[in-house]
């Protein structure tokens, strides 16, 4: 009984590490990206993307991301200063260990994008 009772308590205490573990493991940085091919099925999971993380449907031209790694969504406007506001909108398109992903520039939230196939490219 006793063996049972320690074999349980060590499995019980044990198995959250391992899988922290494991978890952490499989959980790579993500790198930036760009699009290595732009078929429709890939361009509308995009859009569909962009509209998770911005909350409003954004149409991205059809060389977004074939190029480079982000891009400035057009947000220029006038305060009520007078100030011009500069560009605040930036998607990233990021290549992880599960494929290509979206993500919104300074939040934690990305989108996965199955459809799509990117490679990365070099920091700057």
């Known amino acids: 009984m ?11 205490l ?3 590490l391992i899988a922290s573990c494991q978890s952490a493991a499989t959980r790579m940085p993500s790198t930036p990206a760009v699009l290595t091919e732009s078929a429709a099925p890939c ?5 569909g993307a962009v509209r998770e993380l ?7 031209a059809d060389d977004s991301f074939t190029q480079n ?10 305060s009520a200063s007078g100030r011009m506001m500069p560009p605040t909108e930036i998607l990233r398109l990021q290549l992880a260990s ?3 992903q979206l993500q919104l520039d300074g939040r934690d939230r990305v989108v996965a994008l199955p459809h799509c196939t990117c490679r990365a490219v070099a920091v700057k």
Do not use: E, F, H, M
């Not at 006793?2 to 019980?12: E, K, R």
């Not at 790694?69 to 006038?78: C, I, P, R, Y």
């Open 2 to 12: 006793n063996v049972l009772v320690a074999g349980s308590l060590i499995y019980l």
């Open 69 to 78: 790694d982000s891009v400035v969504l057009s947000t220029v406007g006038q």
């Open 98 to 100: 599960q494929g290509c």
């Open 43 to 47: 361009r509308a999971q995009l859009n």
């Open 14 to 16: 044990g198995s959250p």
């Open 54 to 60: 911005l909350g409003k449907v954004v149409t991205l």
